[in-house]
């Protein structure tokens, strides 16, 4: 039987590549090196002139078209969550199974938490773009206190910190502040008392944690049920002291009554790494405002995420060589009947 080929327009490590291609042909072109992501059309042709019948994809909408246009025997997704990078429905119908990555850069994301966190409590962003200003000119004692006044912050130990969304993220979120000495209150009507205490998490609504938290960073899913979930009255419950985080979703909160609330100072300051409108450049809106940090949605851009993901879809592509079933199937019915 001739070898299998793979087309793959994921970042992958080297290593995951050099024991993929013990087994398979690879077709390596990865969107972070040729800097584009092909359309639907473009798709389809470079799996047929690539002969690939195996496809790896992270931004790159694997669509009905797509699925009918190729002959693909097994398709991969780099994302925790792929329902909107593919057509289920019909890859399950065509019999293509899809395997994906979930969890691939829940500690990244959870790190980036923590130092934007901290970046907003001890002012380090405010003090850096300061500095670089030209702004700052200290020629006496009085405006050496004048500065270091403005400069001084919070320290993480002992605040309330509010989670909404104790997922994998936000579990791991969790974990780490509880090395810093925070107290932490989870709202998650999904997940069960004990993974809220093995954290050292107070259950409470979602209402409790605005009002109570130091801070608050959100890491609940996109969905209809969180859609909209942090809009005005939300923000309106807050501290005018709070921060809020939001690496999670755009949906979740409403960019508008959070950024009048920062511009206002209704509330003392956020961290965003996700937006309505991406990617983000340098005439995004909330670059104007000194008590947010802005970050390009580089919640995963990390190489370890790059690794974990690479090797989950390596072992379940040799997983489905094997004849075995792949882990991380998101249709296993494709599975069960295709056995």
Known sequence: ??????????????????????????????????????????????????????????????????????KLELVGICRNDPRRSV??????????????????????????????????????????????????????????????????GWELRGKIVGIIGLGKIGFRVAQLLRAFGARILVYDPHVDEERVSSVGGERVD????????????????????TAGMIGRREI?????????????????????????????????GAALDVFTEEPVDSANRFLELDNVVVTPHIGGNTFETIERQSWMITEDILRFLRGERPRFLLNPKVWRSGS
């Open 1 to 70: 039987m001739p070898r299998r080929r793979a087309l793959i327009t994921a970042n992958f490590s080297r290593s995951a590549l050099e024991k993929l291609s013990a087994h398979v042909d690879v077709v390596y072109k990865p969107w972070g090196e040729t800097k584009r992501v092909l359309s639907e059309v473009e798709l389809v042709e470079e799996l047929h002139s690539s002969g690939a019948s195996i496809l790896v994809v992270e931004l790159e909408h694997v669509s009905g078209e797509v699925l009918e246009g190729a």
């Open 87 to 152: 057509d289920l429905e019909v890859a399950t119908a065509r019999g293509v199974p899809v395997i994906y990555t979930p969890g691939r850069n829940y500690n990244a994301v959870a790190e980036l938490t923590v130092a934007v966190m901290l970046a907003l409590l001890r002012k380090v962003v405010y003090a850096d773009r300061l500095l670089r200003s030209g702004k700052v000119a200290v020629s006496s004692t009085e405006d050496f206190a004048e500065y270091y006044n403005a400069y001084r």
């Open 206 to 225: 979602l209402d409790t944690l605005l009002r109570s938290s130091d801070i608050i960073t959100v890491h609940a899913p996109p969905s209809p049920e």
């Open 236 to 268: 309106e419950l807050m501290k005018p002291t709070a921060f809020l985080l939001n690496l999670a979703n755009p949906v979740v909160v409403d960019e508008d009554a959070l950024y009048e609330a920062l511009k206002s100072r209704r509330i003392a």
